[in-house]
């Protein structure tokens, strides 16, 4: 197991979950690659959205067939906010933009999670690289993740 995905294993088994990793020959960078991947629809995919937010960096856990509304989130965190750069992510997150899971992170970092995810019975978040997730169930994802829920979906006109 590469290091980075093992990383994402402790995390999970230290708030006591028995993590089930799977790793694909094909990308699941994106939403819809790790969608056709899994087999599954893109909605279900936990996409790991890194923001700068202020002086701080968040992280945005949002249903993959969703963009962030993203004056919504400033307004939300009181703070204006802009996506990271990829030097940031791999800074706050210690991984690569495509395989950033939703913990295990080099750094502590406030998480939102787009309260769309909720409406689903499992979701699948990345482990670690860009062809490896995990299954979870949304409350699951909330509890492990401490994360704090938001309508974070950029509306259509």
């Known amino acids: 197991m590469k290091a980075a995905v093992q990383r994402v294993y402790d995390a999970l088994q230290a708030r006591g979950l028995e993590p089930e990793i799977v790793e694909f020959s094909e990308s699941t960078r994106t939403a819809e690659e790790a969608a056709r991947a899994i087999g599954t ?3 279900r995919i936990v996409k790991s959205l890194v923001f700068s937010a202020g002086d701080r960096t968040i992280l945005a856990l949002v ?3 969703n963009r962030v509304a993203v004056a919504r989130l ?3 965190l009181g703070v204006p906010v802009r996506r990271a750069d990829a030097e940031t992510v791999r800074a706050a997150t210690g991984f ?3 395989g950033v899971p939703p ?3 080099a750094t502590d970092l406030p998480i939102v999670l787009d309260e769309d995810l909720l409406g689903y019975d499992l979701i699948y978040a990345a482990a670690g690289t860009p062809n490896t997730v995990f299954p979870i ?3 699951e994802l909330l509890r492990v993740t401490g994360a ?3 309508a974070l979906k950029e509306k259509a006109d």
């Open 148 to 150: 704090r829920v938001v």
């Open 41 to 43: 629809t893109v909605e």
């Open 63 to 65: 249903s993959g067939g």
């Open 103 to 105: 913990l295990g992170h």
């Open 137 to 139: 169930t949304p409350h």
């Open 74 to 76: 400033a307004a939300v």
């Open 96 to 98: 690569a933009i495509g």
